[in-house]
């Protein structure tokens, strides 16, 4: 928590008198729907800026250092708008939402929600989380081919799936092509029980799973039996032209050079190609390189081809999420700057 006046920081000073700010909210709802249950979502503000925040019967109190009650001032006043018009906030949307005006105080949350993606069928639009992902969906609109690169938990299969769905279902395209490469951890498909179909789902249950997310599952079933939505092993695109077809490669870090070049030639017209991938997630047999890590050298700079790097700043999952791949990530950055076991680490270009 912040010091009280005539306390001493961290450098021995003692600390000026506390600023104190009120921001008036005139709906209850309002509040409640900003402070979370029993002000769980304040109490989470306190803790990340170390200063004292309460709900009044005019709405919100601060008390702390001037820079922090001026940030926490400003990240309520655009709450309170964005609540005012019907978007919910979430647990971890406060936290990310800190970080993004501790980085930039210009910053208007707003624009995020700009970027919408509808569905029909669904209760509420799907929005960016975060301004990559805003960046993510623009470069969707703009682009027939886009890499989304990240960790886990960055919304870049879910966010793909939606552009999908929404472009389906808006008739943009006449089907809805989800692929990914057989290969996890290092285990075999002969090791699996059943045929080549019971085979290959466990490794395409995250697509259906997102697909049933944004559709009801009789909706999604009757999508699959139609072919309006394909859900297949990579190998199975071989020799195929996808026209009018939004193409999703999930897991593309376990692509080879082959099957990514095989993929991205068989656009065909009016189709989009997302493909998405973590780099730092390769699972290939060793000495075999990654599709995706070539891919983004070799296609870089090509008009229509557009790349997004995700980092641990995006993820939306569980915030704990976050600082599990912060800490993986400081652990190879030790290890290859102590010249111990060689880590495969590749820079954004």
């Known amino acids: 928590m912040a010091e009280k006046a005539g306390g001493k920081g961290k450098n021995g000073k003692p600390h000026a008198d506390p600023k104190?700010?009120?921001?008036?909210?005139?709906?209850?709802?309002?509040?409640?729907?900003?402070?979370?249950?029993?002000?769980?979502?304040l109490k989470k503000l306190?803790?990340?800026?170390?200063?004292?925040?309460?709900?009044?019967?005019?709405?919100?109190?601060?008390s702390g250092q001037d820079s922090e009650v001026d940030l926490a001032v400003n990240l309520i006043q655009q709450l309170v708008e964005l609540v005012d018009r019907g978007e919910n906030i979430f647990p971890g949307d406060l936290e990310r939402a800190v970080k993004m005006l501790a980085a930039n105080r210009n910053l208007r949350l707003e624009d995020l929600f700009?970027?919408?993606?509808?569905?029909?069928?669904?209760?509420?639009?799907?929005?960016?989380?975060?301004?990559?992902?805003?960046?993510?969906?623009?470069?969707?609109?703009?682009?027939?081919?886009?890499?989304?690169?990240?960790?886990?938990?960055?919304?870049?299969?879910?966010?793909?799936m939606a552009m999908a769905v929404s472009a389906l279902l808006q008739r943009e395209v006449k089907r809805v092509v989800l692929c990914r490469p057989a290969v996890e951890a290092g285990e075999k498909l002969g090791f699996l029980p059943g045929d080549m179909a019971e085979k290959v789902n466990p490794y395409l249950r995250?697509?259906?799973d997102a697909l049933h997310d944004m559709v009801d599952y009789d909706k999604a079933q009757e999508m699959v039996e139609k072919g309006?939505?394909?859900?297949?092993?990579?190998?199975?695109?071989?020799?195929?032209?996808?026209s009018n077809a939004f193409v999703i490669l999930d897991e593309a870090q376990n692509t080879t050079s082959v099957q990514m070049k095989m993929l991205l030639t068989r656009l065909g017209r009016q189709s989009k190609c997302l493909i998405t991938g973590d780099i730092t997630q390769i699972d290939l047999p060793r000495g075999i390189s990654s599709g995706l890590s070539e891919a983004m050298l070799l296609l870089k700079g090509i008009p229509g081809i557009h790349m997004v790097h995700f980092t641990e700043e995006d993820?939306?999952?569980?915030?704990?999420?976050?600082?599990?791949?912060?800490?993986?990530?400081?652990?190879?950055?030790?290890?290859?700057?102590?010249?111990?076991?060689?880590?495969?680490q590749h820079r954004n270009p």
């Open 20 to 41: 104190e700010a009120r921001v008036a909210v005139n709906n209850p709802e309002t509040v409640l729907a900003i402070a979370g249950e029993r002000n769980a979502h």
């Open 46 to 62: 306190e803790g990340i800026l170390e200063l004292k925040a309460s709900v009044t019967p005019e709405g919100f109190f601060f």
């Open 114 to 160: 700009r970027d919408q993606v509808k569905i029909a069928g669904r209760k509420h639009v799907i929005v960016p989380k975060t301004f990559r992902q805003k960046e993510y969906i623009e470069a969707i609109k703009a682009n027939d081919i886009v890499f989304g690169i990240g960790p886990a938990g960055t919304g870049k299969t879910y966010l793909a």
């Open 206 to 208: 995250p697509l259906y």
């Open 228 to 242: 309006q939505v394909e859900v297949a092993p990579l190998a199975f695109m071989r020799g195929r032209t996808l």
């Open 315 to 344: 993820v939306i999952r569980h915030p704990l999420v976050s600082r599990i791949i912060e800490a993986y990530e400081k652990r190879d950055s030790e290890k290859k700057n102590a010249g111990g076991e060689k880590v495969f």
